[in-house]
């Protein structure tokens, strides 16, 4: 053993018995006087860890993003959403260490829409659908046809089979395409003109033959017997006796075009219709 080993456990053994002598708040002392900066250092890297993980964690990829507009969530069903965004992600076996799954009752957009607060919650939806972040659309049918005649959906007959489409083959909902190029002007007083034309035609949105040239771009949600209605949300629809072009409101789902696998949400209206 060399001199400065030597010195160095004679020095060690000194602390050792000083060290036994002192009292609990001298021990203390004494391990902040000697290893603070260690433990400054030790803390400041438990706490970056700690920071990192729960920032990747809330930050996850949303692997299904579903917006339920005008659902008219209340105090009764506030958590109702996030129960539901837990058992799908189960349903459709989407792992939960990796993406995060989100249902958004929040958004509200009237006819009107003036607001500050509707203008951002349109600009938001905009925004979001533009770079594909929100996988499906759950609307009454005057919001969700706002959005249908806009082409912000996909022909569902385009993007799935006849077989996948079978077991909704009397809730699909259709638009007209050949109103698509209808002018709709430009000042207030024609944007105005359009749109009271638009609320006096009498379709039936369920009726293909109605229409010159039909799509399907939605599937209609019963009324009764599936997680919408037994959480209350929509109910409002029928105890209003609200109307749109001449036929009772109904509750739509469709998938907004920029989606890259729309097939989720198939499987989400699966999971409501449980």
Known sequence: MSSQDSVMEEIREVQKKAFATMSFKEKLAYFWDYYKIHTIVAI?????????????????????????????????????????????????????????????????????????????????????????????????????????????????????????LAPYADLLYYTDAAAFDEETGDTLEELEAAQAKVYAKVIDHSDPSAMEKPIAVGIRIPKTGNKLADAGYYTYLDENNYTFQGYPSEVVIGIPLSVENPKLALQFLDYLLQ
């Open 44 to 164: 400041v890297v438990i706490v970056f860890v700690i920071s990192f993980i729960n920032s990747y964690r809330s930050n996850k990829p949303f692997a299904f993003y579903a917006v339920l507009l005008n659902a008219a969530a209340t105090e009764e069903n506030h958590d109702t959403s996030v129960i539901w965004a837990d058992e799908f992600q189960s349903y459709a076996g989407i792992d939960p260490e990796a993406y995060q799954v989100y249902f958004d009752t929040t958004i509200t957009l009237t006819d009107g829409g003036g607001s500050q607060y509707e203008m951002a919650n349109r600009q938001k939806m905009a925004a979001m659908m533009q770079i594909g972040d929100i996988h499906a659309i759950v609307a009454d049918t005057e919001t969700f046809e706002s959005y249908a005649s806009l082409e912000n959906f996909y022909v569902l007959t385009d993007i799935f089979s006849e077989e996948e």
